[in-house]
């Protein structure tokens, strides 16, 4: 027995430590291979669809990148910078407090100002409330010839509208998209979205802030909102991001998680969520940019509903690796040009 239990002390000091997983973190969504590693580990990125339920769905992508947490949050505060790409047609950050002159270069093309103009509940192209459609539709009216630029305004008024009561009052009191047969609720498409992150669950209260802003605080985490215009397949879509930014010296956390959660959004996407990680094993290892998207679609439903997700979920697939080696290049090209900032901190934005 004494010659055993030496023998299992000797083996357990001589054993080399079990290498840390930098992915950990999301294993509860998806797992990494050794061979996914290596893979990363010889500068290619990686892209994958998650299993999805009803009309949500999933994609998690990841490269190796050579950088360190201050610098992702860096260029996280120069969103309109780090964002550049062919995707991206238009963006722009929120000042505190929001201001209709933050919205100046957003602009509907002819074709979603005639969307706009037609809207009715139940038959419009963009995501809006009944209320926000009659909205629209008079300033167009009352303007007559003018009709364009008093509907490009209004919609912008709109907008900010819709970022100060989600400010004032969180995602809850978001009012409903009635473009299609029954109203969409795009708050509690969110708290659906955020109870599905269970990775989330690691950094403690992160998941709840997330879900209940602003009634909850969280001192340590740095948000802003921002707008864009972004292609997607073959028409644009106008959306509003609220971006959160917390850092973490906690084993098994990333380094720095940013979580993008969209208010409001013109076309295709009801909610989604996506989380930006940079993460990192053992010193010495690579830091890897990890992204995990989850999105809850209008486009999946109906008889034709499985052919319409796998080429959704293709598209998608492809488009996360390229958006993410864009990210990767940006972030490692070196610091964001300086400028006068406007940036604060703590949780609101």
Not at 27 to 46: E, F, K, N, P, Y
Not at 134 to 155: H, I, S, T, V, Y
Not at 160 to 180: F, I, K, M
Not at 186 to 211: K, Q
Request: glycine share 8%; net charge neutral; proline share 6%.
């Amino acid at each position: 027995m004494m010659v055993g239990g030496l023998l299992l002390a000797l083996q357990t000091v001589l054993s080399p430590p079990a290498s840390v997983d930098p992915f950990a973190f999301f294993r509860q969504s998806v797992v990494m291979t050794d061979d996914d590693r290596r893979q990363l580990d010889r500068g290619a990125s990686i892209a994958r669809i998650l299993p999805g339920q009803d009309q949500a769905i999933a994609v998690f992508a990841a490269v190796a990148v050579d950088i360190d947490g201050d610098r992702l949050v860096q260029w996280m505060r120069r969103i309109e910078e780090l964002k550049k790409s062919s995707y991206v047609l238009a963006i722009g950050r929120f000042s505190d407090p929001p201001r209709i002159e933050d919205l100046a270069g957003l602009a509907l093309d002819d074709e979603e100002l005639s969307a706009a103009r037609q809207c009715r509940p139940g038959d419009c192209a963009l995501k809006l409330s009944e209320a926000e459609m009659r909205e629209l539709r008079r300033a167009a009216d009352e303007a007559r010839a003018g009709w364009k630029p008093a509907l490009q305004q209004a919609f912008r008024q709109m907008i900010l509208r819709r970022v100060r009561t989600y400010l004032a009052q969180g995602q809850s009191a978001l009012g409903p998209y009635e473009d299609g047969e029954r109203p969409v609720f795009p708050g509690a498409r969110l708290t659906a979205l955020v109870g599905h992150a269970t990775f989330l669950d690691h950094l403690p209260g992160f998941a709840t802030y997330l879900d209940e802003y602003p009634r909850l605080h969280m001192p340590s985490v740095e948000s802003f909102l921002y707008w864009s215009k972004e292609r997607l397949a073959s028409r644009a879509t106008i959306g509003v991001t609220h971006v959160s930014i917390v850092r973490s010296t906690a084993p098994g956390a990333p380094d720095v998680l940013v979580a993008g959660k969209q208010i409001f959004t013109t076309r295709y996407v009801n909610a989604s969520l996506g989380v930006t990680a940079l993460i990192r094993g053992e010193p010495g290892q690579h830091a890897y940019l990890a992204y995990l998207n989850r999105s809850d679609v209008d486009v999946l439903g109906g008889t034709f509903g499985g052919i319409v997700r796998w080429f959704v979920q293709r598209r998608v697939k492809a488009e996360a690796a390229d958006v993410l080696v864009g990210l990767q290049h940006r972030l490692e090209s070196g610091q964001p040009d300086p400028r006068p900032s406007r940036e604060g901190s703590g949780s609101r934005p």
